[in-house]
C-alpha cells in the first residue's frame, strides 16, 4: 500500500509538471494595445520591403542596360518573371530606357505576384553619380497598387558598389482602397561579391539609413536602421540588423535574426518580445 501510495504521488508529481511546462511553452497572448502597435510595425515595415523590391527590380535593369544579360554573364539569375525591353538598343547610347512588363500577373522569385509595368530610366550608371530612376505604370504587387519613384545614385568605390536610393511619395493602395506611403533615404554597400562581378548570387549588402512614412490610419512612423540589415542577393529576406520604429512616440526595436535566410524576425515593445513574419 505504502509503495502504491508512492507510486501514484510520483505519478502525479510528473503529470502536474508535465502540465505546468506544458502551458509554460503556450506564450500568452499580447496585450490589445501591444496587439495593436504589431499591426502598425508590420504596416510600416512595408517600406523597407518594397525597397528591397526596387533594388532588384533596378538591378535587372542595369544589367539589361549594359548588355550582361544578352551576353550570358548572369542569365542563372532566377528572377526572370515579366518581359523585358531596352530602348534604344545600342549598347554605346545612353539613357536607356528599360521596361520590365509583368502583364496581367505573374508570379517571381521572391514569391510576389507582380503586374502591370516598370519603368527604369538608366544611365551609364558606372560613372560615379551615374542614376537610375525606377518608376511604375499601373503596377500591383499581390494586389497592393504602387505609384512614385526610385531614384537611384552610383556611390561606388573601386572595392564595393555602393547605390543610393531615394523613395520620393511611394504610395501603396490595396484592394480595400486603403493608402500607405512613405518617403526617404537608404545606402546598399555591398559587403560581399564584388570580385565576382558576373555572380549576382553571391552578392551582399549591407543597408542603412531612415525612413518616413504615415499608415492607413493617419499616424506617422520614423524607421532608422541602427545596426546594418543585411541582404543578400541569394535570399528573399533580409537576414540580419536591428533598427527602431517611432510609432507616434512609442519605440518598437526591430530585430531581423542572426543571418539566416528566413522570414522571421521579432519586435520588442516596452520590453516583451513578439515574432513576426515578414
Not at 136 to 154: A, H, L, M, P, R
Request: hydrophobic share 40%.
Amino acid at each position: 500500500m505504502k509503495n502504491q501510495l508512492k507510486s501514484s504521488l510520483l505519478f502525479f508529481a510528473a503529470a502536474f509538471l508535465l502540465f505546468f511546462s506544458s502551458c509554460e511553452k503556450e506564450p500568452a497572448p499580447a496585450p490589445a494595445a501591444d496587439e495593436a502597435t504589431i499591426e502598425k510595425a508590420k504596416e510600416s515595415l512595408l517600406s523597407q520591403q518594397l525597397i528591397l523590391s526596387s533594388f532588384h527590380i533596378a538591378q535587372r535593369g542595369a544589367e539589361h542596360a549594359n548588355g550582361i544579360v544578352d551576353g550570358g554573364a548572369v542569365e542563372s539569375r532566377s528572377d526572370t518573371c515579366g518581359d523585358v525591353t531596352v530602348t534604344p538598343p545600342d549598347p554605346l547610347v545612353f539613357p536607356k530606357v528599360i521596361t520590365v512588363d509583368f502583364g496581367a500577373g505573374c508570379t517571381d522569385a521572391d514569391g510576389k505576384v507582380k503586374s502591370g509595368k516598370v519603368v527604369m530610366t538608366v544611365g551609364a550608371f558606372w560613372e560615379p553619380n551615374a542614376g537610375i530612376t525606377v518608376a511604375y505604370d499601373n503596377y500591383s504587387e499581390d494586389g497592393v497598387k504602387i505609384e512614385g519613384q526610385f531614384i537611384f545614385t552610383n556611390l561606388s568605390t573601386p572595392s564595393a558598389a555602393i547605390l543610393s536610393i531615394t523613395a520620393q511619395d511611394i504610395r501603396l493602395t490595396d484592394p480595400n482602397n486603403y493608402t500607405f506611403s512613405f518617403s526617404g533615404n537608404q545606402t546598399y554597400t555591398q559587403a560581399a561579391g564584388h570580385p565576382t562581378w558576373w555572380n549576382w548570387h553571391d552578392d551582399v549588402y549591407h543597408v542603412t539609413g531612415n525612413i518616413f512614412s504615415s499608415l492607413t490610419n493617419g499616424e506617422t512612423v520614423d524607421w532608422l536602421i541602427q545596426t546594418p540589415l543585411e541582404k543578400a542577393n541569394a535570399c528573399n529576406y533580409v537576414s540580419k540588423g536591428t533598427g527602431i520604429l517611432d510609432i507616434n512616440g512609442l519605440p518598437v526595436i526591430v530585430d531581423y535574426g542572426n543571418g539566416a535566410c528566413d522570414n522571421q524576425g521579432t519586435f520588442t515593445i516596452n520590453g516583451q518580445v513578439y515574432p513576426f513574419w515578414m
